[in-house]
T-cell receptor, first 111, second 113 residues
Framework: GESVGLHLPTLSVQEGDNSIINCAYS??????FIWYKQESGKGPQFIID?????DKRQGQRVTVLLNKTVKHLSLQIAATQPGDSAVYFC??????????FGTGTLLAVQP | DAGVIQSPRHEVTEMGQEVTLRCKPI?????LFWYRQTMMRGLELLIY????????DSGMPEDRFSAKMPNASFSTLKIQPSEPRDSAVYFC???????????FGQGTRLTVV
């Protein structure tokens, strides 16, 4: 029979616009939250992390926001470029070392 | 460093056969992870090791799956016997223990027919 796969949420943005990718997490005891980027045919690649006692962290063109009250994490990408097209995963760090990934969001950048 | 190296990149095997996936972590890293990625379930953590010792194998689907890490520079994930539902991309990743940045290999795409 036909298998049903995960329906990845898709965010389509114009080149140069800002992107906001959202994630809900499950474990309120997680120490860290991390964003990974996965390009087609490759393994996930670390982007940025945020410790559970912070609510905002900035990197180069990226900002991660953490709202522990509603267990919500977001990744903001400024001036989105075609090279940003990928699947983005949020991950929770349990027990110092155990990384649990969310389902992912497909970011499609339109030229 | 060449990063995490996995082999083979692609594996096609018949149902019932034994499959062994291999991983060489980044030199100096002391944590190693095996993940499975499918359209149905996304990225699942199967097992992870700290200092060559299995810490959590609760993600291993069933007894047909086993993983070993005989030394700091090599790990294997074995499936015996393999079944079509094991078809997936299997990733190995390594990190320094306590570090949030895990480095992933290119993955092994396994197809069981």
């Amino acid at each position: 029979g036909e298998s049903v796969g995960l329906h990845l949420p898709t965010l389509s943005v114009q080149e140069g616009d800002n992107s906001i990718i959202n994630c809900a997490y499950s474990n309120s005891a997680s120490d860290y939250f991390i964003w990974y980027k996965q390009e087609s045919g490759k393994g996930p690649q670390f982007i940025i992390d945020i410790r559970s006692n912070m609510d905002k962290r900035q990197g180069q063109r990226v900002t991660v926001l953490l709202n522990k009250t509603v267990k919500h994490l977001s990744l903001q990408i400024a001036a989105t470029q075609p090279g940003d097209s990928a699947v983005y995963f949020c991950a929770e760090n349990w027990d110092t070392n155990k990384l649990i990934f969310g389902t992912g969001t497909l970011l499609a950048v339109q030229p | 460093d060449a990063g995490v190296i996995q082999s083979p990149r692609h594996e096609v095997t018949e149902m019932g056969q034994e499959v062994t996936l291999r991983c060489k972590p980044i030199s100096g890293h002391n944590s190693l992870f095996w993940y499975r990625q499918t359209m149905m379930r996304g990225l699942e953590l199967l097992i992870y090791f700290n200092n060559n010792v299995p810490i959590d194998d609760s993600g291993m689907p069933e007894d047909r799956f086993s993983a070993k890490m005989p030394n700091a520079s090599f790990s294997t994930l074995k499936i015996q016997p393999s079944e079509p539902r094991d078809s997936a991309v299997y990733f190995c990743a390594s990190s320094f223990k306590g570090d949030t940045e895990a480095f992933f290999g290119q993955g092994t795409r396994l197809t069981v027919v």
